[in-house]
């Protein structure tokens, strides 16, 4: 089957602490994207990966954000040090080419809650 | 910077009725734009994605518009039902065609 899938679909965490987030991406997508949603907002894009390299992190919001896809499928979002405006719920998409025709296929999500 | 409006921002209707979703985007240099159905707690279904070649694209019940020169795009919802019922994002490229803004959604209710 294959959607995206993202693990874990909830995390519950205090503040200071470092969490990791998981995206399997769609098999044979080549480009593979992070987002942030918080309530009642769109999306924000956060880092966009084509094959194993970040192309565009320019949405991580500081260094306490770092993303990886070390093999150029799944991908693994960090957050260290977390505070309570992390809270939201991260999004993962991919897509099949790196070219115009982007659709991009979103898996459920990760709720992430910084106590 | 590209900056994506949608209106309205909720918006409630009986079944049987057709309606329209707006979407306006301050940069038309785009090469595509794509409109997605979010439901509760999950994630986003794309349900169209327009070229910016193209004016409009179908899928069943669904028809969206696209006029760059403008800055807008509309999404047709024929005969509503209330499976309907939802939020409703668009989403344009910004500054290359991968990094993609999105706008706050219309949250759509169908009223049996």
């Known amino acids: 089957g294959a959607g995206v899938s993202q693990t874990p679909s909830n995390k519950v965490t205090e503040k200071g602490k470092y969490v990791e987030l998981r995206c399997d991406p769609i098999s044979g997508h080549t480009a593979l994207y992070w987002y942030r949603q918080s309530l009642g907002q769109g999306p924000e894009f956060l880092i966009y990966?084509?094959?194993?390299?970040?192309?565009?992190d320019s949405g991580l919001p500081n260094d306490r954000f770092f993303a990886v896809r070390p093999e150029g499928s799944v991908s693994t979002l960090k957050i260290q040090r977390t505070e309570r405006g992390d809270s939201a719920v991260y999004l993962c998409?991919?897509?099949?080419?790196?070219?115009?025709?982007?659709?991009?296929?979103f898996g459920p999500g990760t709720r992430l809650t910084v106590l | 910077k590209q900056e994506v409006t949608q209106i309205p921002a909720a918006l409630s209707v009986p079944e049987g009725e057709n309606l329209v979703l707006n979407c306006s985007f301050t940069?038309?240099?785009?090469?595509?734009l794509q409109w997605f159905r979010q439901d509760p707690g999950k994630g986003l279904t794309s349900l169209l994605l327009i070229q910016s070649s193209q004016r409009e694209q179908t899928s069943g019940r669904l028809n969206a518009s696209l006029d760059k020169s403008s800055g807008r795009s509309t999404l047709y919802i024929a005969a509503s039902q209330p499976g309907d019922s939802a939020t409703y994002l668009c989403a344009v490229p910004s500054g290359g065609y991968q990094k993609v803004t999105f706008g706050t959604g219309t949250k759509l209710q169908v009223i049996p």
């Open positions: 940069d038309s240099a785009i090469y595509n």
């Open positions: 990966f084509q094959g194993t390299g970040a192309a565009d």
């Open positions: 998409a991919s897509s099949p080419l790196a070219g115009i025709n982007n659709e991009q296929f």
